[in-house]
């Protein structure tokens, strides 16, 4: 079982950053893959981006060259740096860890606005 409970949402301008932080309430070394995904209002939730085990990350086409997701076995957290946001990046983002026998785990998420 793991918890997972993200953090550093908020309103911020186009343009600007935010760093999201998903804890895990264990280690995550085990941990195969740790993705960001976000919902928008009327929209379905779509992968903004992961990290597997190994490092390897992958992202949404919409976000490459402004998003970097990056993992922290010491402090079992995922980080999201998000930059040059633009309004259409709004939504509900969450954090879901794969483990090794495919339990899979979300957390609540934390809102992200941004104004025009």
């Known amino acids: 079982q793991v918890q997972l409970v993200e953090s550093g949402g908020g309103l911020v301008q186009a343009g600007g950053s935010l760093r999201l932080s998903c804890a895990a309430s264990?280690?995550?070394?085990?941990?195969?893959?740790m993705g960001w995904y976000r919902q928008a209002p009327g929209k379905q939730r779509e992968l903004v981006a992961d990290?597997?085990?190994?490092?390897?990350?992958n992202y949404a086409d919409s976000v490459k060259g402004r998003f970097t997701i990056s993992r922290d076995n010491a402090k079992n957290t995922v980080y999201l740096q998000m930059n040059n946001l633009k309004p259409e990046d709004t939504g509900v983002y969450s954090c879901?860890?794969?483990?090794?026998?495919?339990?899979?785990?979300w957390g609540q998420g934390t809102q992200v606005t941004v104004s025009s």
């Open positions: 879901r860890a794969d483990d090794a026998v495919g339990r899979y785990y």
């Open positions: 264990r280690s995550i070394i085990r941990i195969n893959f």
């Open positions: 990290i597997i085990s190994g490092g390897r990350t």
